[in-house]
């Protein structure tokens, strides 16, 4: 009977993908590269066309050496790195290595299901030269960088630094942005909230400063703030607009790696490395009780939002099941991928989406589950209807002067039932108010504030120098006064 050999990266994925195979296969594992440009030197010959130079990575040649022994007993040698750039280099250093001959040897698979790699082998297909090229491209262009710019820190800062590609230029973007925020210069501004009681409800009505009639109007200064408040004094007030609607908010899409890297650290406060690491550990395989070993996600390592039709179809059954038909969406929530994006794997998403996170809880650590949690919510929610809002809408004028606000009441849950984030939890608190236009209105209170315009933060989302943003410094005082005997208690808050 024939011998087939696979060759993986991690032997955590060796164990997993060995149960799949049988005993005509056998898996190991090359711990990732095991080739790389010498440590002592540049390792690359800038006058031959950038011919790189690569050696056997230090510690591995016993593991080499057990390698080769597999290969002379195999008739087939698969290899199964992993479905990336980096994973396609591997597979072919070790082609080169261990001088395997490459037609029809290359397996990928984005997820760790017996289905998934079963139908590989079925599909192997020669090594991706194009990908191969564009890893030592990159590989190139670290070490020509990193080993220019380098020294360079060793001399100036502190011996030991390394400088890349990725550093040097980041470093250049936080030098520009640093020098933005020092140039900047800060604008004054006020807003104004009035305070209504409302006879036909018990809650006040709190409304913002909009501006003069239909034009909008910002408070530049003090000035134009005690003339607007002087104009307002014993001003009547009332109702002049009521607009009711429906609003829907979109269900997410589903993680690919930077979201998924982002919602972590916001949600469950992990580290990128903690993050990616879990999800390593999650898609080569864990054991399940009842069911063995399982790849519990797919491939972690993606910028597509893409979801196969299997899966798509399977998770649209199980929240008909589960959720009732009224919560499936109506169609894919993908959104196309730009042109910049290879799409080459699928988003990250379960396995398996009847393994719901309590099934698998007892077979996980605690941050383990926390972060499949994650996953298999935000999938689950990207194929359900949006969330849906009644809205209403205020304007009140008073001496030609205009007041809005706004409240909002959630009506269908929608994916909200299975996904929801800080923000939305906040928002579903907005009340909506039960007004009509002949609502007789009381001005109880004026509450102006000062801010001052912001410049954009150092890193993160950058909005640029027209940022608005308030102001921390703590306010110094607090004025007070009433309009006559019957008039509103106005305050004020300075810097």
């Known amino acids: 009977m024939s011998k087939n050999l696979v060759i993986v990266e991690s032997p955590a994925k060796a164990k997993t993908i060995k149960k799949f195979l049988g005993n005509n296969y056998e898996v190991i594992a090359s711990n990732g590269h095991v080739r790389d440009l010498p440590k002592s030197q540049l390792g690359i010959d800038i006058e031959n066309d ?119 230029v980041a470093l250049r973007i936080i030098c520009d942005r640093e020098e933005e925020i020092n140039a900047f210069v800060p604008e004054e501004y006020w807003n104004l909230e009035g305070v209504f009681d409302v006879k036909e409800d018990k809650n006040p009505l709190v409304a913002k400063f909009a501006g003069y009639g239909s034009e909008k ?146 077979s996980l650590s605690r941050d383990q589950f926390r972060l499949y949690q994650l996953i298999w919510k935000r999938f689950i929610a990207s194929r359900m209807q949006p969330a849906k809002y009644e809205t209403i809408s205020v304007k009140i004028d008073g001496n030609g002067y205009r007041f809005t606000t706004s409240g909002s009441k959630l009506i269908f849950e929608g994916y909200m039932s299975v996904y929801t984030t800080e923000e939305e939890e906040k928002q579903n608190n907005a009340m909506l108010k039960n007004l009509t236009e002949d609502a007789k209105l009381t001005l109880t209170a004026l509450n102006p504030s000062q801010h001052f315009t912001q410049p954009g933060p150092l890193h993160g989302g950058y909005p640029g120098k027209n940022f608005r943003g308030t102001w921390n410094r703590k306010t110094q005082y607090v004025r007070s006064y009433h309009n006559n005997d019957s008039g509103p208690q106005i305050r004020g808050k300075g810097k």
């Open 50 to 168: 950038f011919e790189p130079k690569y050696i056997t990575i230090r510690g591995k040649g016993d593991l080499l050496a057990k390698i080769r022994k597999e290969v002379k007993k195999a008739d087939k040698v698969y290899l199964a790195t992993d479905p990336d750039r980096e994973g396609e280099a591997i597979s072919w250093h070790l082609s080169k290595t261990l001088k395997l001959e490459t037609n029809n040897s290359r397996i990928t698979f984005n997820e760790i299901t017996k289905n998934a790699v079963k139908s590989s082998i079925k599909q192997a297909r020669d090594i991706d030269m194009n990908l191969v090229d564009s890893q030592q491209t990159r590989r190139i262009l670290d070490r020509m960088v990193g080993y220019s710019i380098s020294p360079l820190l060793w001399d100036k800062v502190k011996r030991g630094l390394s400088a890349g590609r990725v550093q040097s």
């Open 217 to 362: 109007l910002t408070i530049h200064s003090e000035a134009e703030l005690n003339e607007i408040l002087k104009n307002l004094e014993n001003a009547e007030f009332k109702i002049t607009e009521i607009k009711r609607g429906e609003r829907q908010k979109k269900s997410p899409l589903p993680f690919i790696t930077s979201t998924l890297q982002q919602e972590a650290a916001k949600n469950l406060n992990f580290s990128t490395s903690k993050t990616m690491r879990l999800a390593q550990q999650l898609y080569e395989g864990v054991d399940v009780e009842k069911h063995g070993t399982v790849g519990l996600i797919t491939y972690l390592r993606t910028d597509s939002v893409r979801i196969s039709k299997e899966a798509d179809t399977a998770a649209r059954g199980f929240i008909a099941e589960n959720y009732g038909a009224d919560f499936v969406a109506d169609k894919e929530n993908d959104r196309e991928n730009g042109k910049k994006i290879q799409d080459a794997h699928e988003a990250i998403r379960p396995t398996y989406v009847e393994f719901t996170p309590v099934i698998v809880k007892n």
